[in-house]
């Protein structure tokens, strides 16, 4: 079964510095997202991505963050100047349509920020 | 401020039985509501999907969704011990599938 790909599975930052998360989509899938799930709280929506835009993005996505699809498999996301407040499970999704019919979710990276 | 409420449990059935999980939403305008599975450290995983008011059956599974009312729910029948898990209910607002907003997920255990 098509998977979405994540790496690291775990990164360690102290604050302060940049991190890029990078994922990989289900080739066929045109919509790429990404979410975060701070420890014990809610799966909260950061941006989505389509056409080589961002076609929605949340509160939480301010200007230290930022998504790019550099070529035509990868799908990343970068914060460029980490928080204590940052760290979270970030987990990137791809859908074929719209989200409509639900994502496909990968198996997330764990960020700690120190 | 959107928001959906579940209860967070922990909720205990007995292997065989069935498990009742339920959630609210507050955006009366919301089309498009899902259930996710998430176990300990793992991605949510996606179970259910659900358009129109009634009822939706997919093995086990049966989704709920009651419009007038806010209120959508999953039953699982004949519940596992490997149904052991983290119930996420998602709703997408009016016009936009691609943002969900989730609840905070009702801890679920199946006792063999």
């Known amino acids: 079964e098509p998977e979405v790909t994540q790496t690291p599975s775990h990164q360690v930052t102290q604050m302060g510095q940049e991190v890029i998360l990078r994922c990989v989509p289900i080739s066929n899938h045109l919509y790429f997202y990404w979410y975060r799930q701070i420890l014990g709280q809610k799966v909260e929506f950061l941006v989505s991505f389509y056409n080589n835009e961002i076609s929605e993005k949340s509160e939480i996505f301010d200007d230290q963050f930022s998504v790019e699809r550099p070529d035509g498999s990868n799908f990343t996301l970068k914060i460029r100047s980490t928080k204590l407040e940052d760290s979270a499970m970030y987990f990137c999704?791809?859908?074929?349509?719209?989200?409509?019919?639900?994502?496909?979710f990968g198996s997330g990276t764990r960020l700690t920020v120190v | 401020q959107k928001e959906v409420e579940q209860n967070s449990g922990p909720l205990s059935v007995p292997e065989g039985a069935i498990a009742s999980l339920n959630c609210t939403y507050s955006?009366?305008?919301?089309?498009?509501f899902f259930w996710y599975r998430q176990y300990s450290g793992k991605s949510p995983e996606l179970i259910m999907s659900i358009y129109s008011n009634g009822d939706k059956e997919d093995g086990r599974f049966t989704a709920q969704l009651n419009k007038a009312s806010q209120y959508v729910s999953l039953l699982i029948r004949d519940s596992q011990p490997s149904d052991s898990a983290t119930y996420l209910c998602?709703?997408?607002?009016?016009?936009?599938?691609?943002?969900?907003?989730f609840g905070s997920g009702t801890q679920l255990t199946v006792l063999p």
């Open positions: 998602a709703v997408s607002p009016p016009g936009s599938a691609r943002q969900l907003t």
């Open positions: 999704a791809s859908s074929t349509f719209g989200g409509e019919y639900g994502y496909t």
């Open positions: 955006d009366r305008g919301s089309q498009s």
